[in-house]
């Protein structure tokens, strides 16, 4: 299926591994123009730059100035037509709320939400411009399946969903879709790293972190967890002029872990 999306510029945050590098590879595929935002860029993200399609821009966008560099550096090439909010990070706390300092708020707070309000602040007037656009935010079932020990995430995502969709309806009249995917479990770093979601909660709470996530996985209908391409997938297609009605919609991709309507 061609999705209609050669030599259009596309911005991806956390673009250097996980769900981001999926999708800077399947826009690649799809004969994008794609501005890599990641903190540092890594190998695999600079040997997509070899094809003459990415452009990586390191910038750390816990900060206001990274969100401002990345809209300067995506302008160097024209006009955004995509962006994929994308960067983010969880630590788990097994007991709960007394475990999250002030600091440990403002810095999922500024992760998880801010980061993506201040990139789409940043392209957003460029497509205002050009009367077109679609801004794609990866959100978490967590949005709506609140868990204790991964609270200040919870929250922060709830916030990020409903931010996208209070946005939908602002840009919509003016020409711009504006969607979230909402995973469960997803092979990456984030749930299976060294420093990942399965790791944590075996360090703190005792176990092996492969029998962690396997017991995650067994929670899902499908029982396995997400692979990073299928949001990837996903993505892109809603960026595509083949998902050109869609807008203000929240796609959950969890194998069925969350089992209410």
């Known amino acids: 299926m061609d999705l209609g999306l050669a030599d259009a510029l596309a911005v991806v945050t956390g673009a250097s591994r996980g769900i981001g590098l999926a999708i800077t590879r399947t826009l690649v595929d799809e004969g994008a123009i794609v501005v890599a935002a990641a903190r540092h860029t890594g190998d695999d993200l600079r040997a997509l730059a070899d094809t003459g399609r990415v452009h990586p821009a390191e910038v750390d966008l816990s900060t206001a100035q990274g969100a401002t560099e990345l809209g300067a550096v995506a302008a160097k090439f024209g006009t955004t037509a995509m962006l994929f909010n994308n960067v983010g990070g969880v630590t788990p706390r097994l007991n709960g709320l007394l475990d999250i300092s002030d600091d440990d708020w403002m810095s999922t707070l500024t992760l998880d939400l801010l980061s993506a309000i201040r990139v789409t602040r940043a392209v957003l007037p460029a497509m205002l411009d050009a009367g077109q656009g679609s801004i794609v935010t990866i959100s978490s079932v967590n949005a709506k399946l609140p868990d204790p020990t991964v609270i200040d995430y919870s929250a922060a995502k709830a916030a990020l969903t409903n931010f996208s969709k209070s946005l939908s309806k602002q840009v919509g009249p003016q020409g711009i879709r504006v969607n979230t995917i909402s995973p469960g479990p997803v092979a990456t770093d984030l749930w299976l790293g060294a420093q990942g979601v399965a790791r944590t909660i075996a360090d703190t709470a005792g176990g092996d972190p492969e029998d962690i996530a396997r017991t995650t996985a067994a929670q899902t209908v ?36 969350i089992t209410t309507l």
Not at 244 to 250: E, L, P
């Open 222 to 257: 499908t029982g396995r967890f997400t692979r990073p391409e299928e949001i990837a997938d996903l993505a892109v297609y809603l960026s595509s002029p083949r998902a050109a009605n869609i807008t203000g919609s929240d796609f959950i991709v969890d194998g069925g872990l």
